[in-house]
């Protein structure tokens, strides 16, 4: 799939398209259902789909103290947008600018003019331009005038609630991971650089863990243990696996994962911890990601060592039990 930063870097003779618009945080099945139509209707066509997504969130441009955090990066959307069948993601700067730009204008000089768009799939909920005055009652006539077919798609509503990104949001903060893969349609995933962290798992506890420098902004669950997916994969340090370990680069692996600070040894950092279970690696330098599965308990404090050992071990096996991972 191909992935453009700015309107300045489409394609020059890039012929016509189908587009579909959003922020698209998280990519949820809401979102999925709408992309899937845009993906259908560029092959009814016989032209490429593309999917116009934003960064940062527009909430972060004009209220940074209330912007929400975000459910997937970029390369994420793009990721999980290719498995849609999306052909092009652009990446749109949002800006005072690009907010400042007159819905007609909008329409004309970027999905007409610069994407050459024969049709638009938004969700009925879309809005666009200077101070959101274009919305789906707008975009019809300002389509139209540039030969743009325009098709709204309903939101999608489970148990009678909307799925949003806002919802997804509230199931991570009250660490119910499983209720957010449901509204996502996949596990929500941290990502980050492994880092070196405090050096307790392994030397002291007999629980080596690949510490997560997440992505500033991005989305934690509440603190507590959980089930989850380790992937591994190239970082900013390294693009090699250990030779000596048995992890290899792209394969999820089963992990006990901590979110939180270690009250039991009075730490105040939060960090983001997995175990892999039956692999040992040397993964400083690499990029870890975890896909959350399961919420197993929240963060306790153990009147010692020993008590929080006997936990861990519990949360292995309880690992194992949600993700039907049995040991070698």
């Not at 040894?265 to 990029?287: H, K, N, Q, W």
């Amino acid at each position: 799939m191909d992935i453009w930063h700015g309107i300045d870097n489409v394609p020059a003779d890039l012929g016509d398209t189908v587009v579909t618009i959003g922020a698209f945080d998280g990519i949820h099945r809401g979102h999925r259902r709408l992309i899937g139509r845009a993906v259908d209707r560029a092959r009814e066509l016989g032209v490429p789909a593309v999917l116009v997504t934003f960064d940062p969130h527009p909430i972060a441009v004009f209220a940074p103290d209330k912007a929400p955090a975000t459910l997937a990066t970029w390369p994420r959307r793009a990721e999980l947008a290719a498995e849609i069948g999306v052909d092009a993601m652009l990446v749109m700067r949002f800006d005072r600018a690009l907010a400042a730009v007159e819905p007609e204008d909008f329409v004309a000089d970027i999905l007409a003019g610069k994407l050459h768009a024969k049709a638009v799939v938004v969700g009925e909920n879309f809005t666009y331009g200077h101070k959101a005055a274009g919305t789906t009652d707008t975009l019809p006539g300002h389509g139209a005038a540039h030969g743009i077919d325009v098709e709204i798609v309903e939101l999608l509503a489970d148990g009678g609630d909307r799925v949003s990104s806002t919802r997804v949001r509230g199931h991570l903060a009250d660490g119910d991971v499983a209720a957010a893969a449901d509204c996502l349609g996949h596990p929500h995933r941290v990502t980050g650089e492994v880092i070196h962290g405090q050096g307790r798992g392994g030397a002291q506890l007999g629980f080596p863990t690949a510490n997560i420098d997440v992505a500033p902004g991005l989305a934690v669950p509440a603190d507590g243990v959980y089930a989850a997916w380790f992937t591994a994969s190239e970082g900013p340090e390294r693009t090699d696996v250990d030779s000596d370990g048995d992890i290899e680069l792209g394969r999820a692996y089963p992990a006990a994962v901590s979110v939180g600070t270690n009250v039991t040894f009075g730490d105040t950092a939060r960090t983001v911890e997995a175990f892999i279970l039956d692999r040992s690696a040397d993964l400083y330098g690499l990029t870890g990601s975890i896909d959350f599965v399961g919420r197993i308990r929240g963060m306790e404090k153990f009147d010692g060592v020993d008590p929080l050992i006997e936990r861990m071990n519990l949360d292995v096996v309880e690992t194992r039990r949600i993700l039907g991972a049995d040991g070698d």
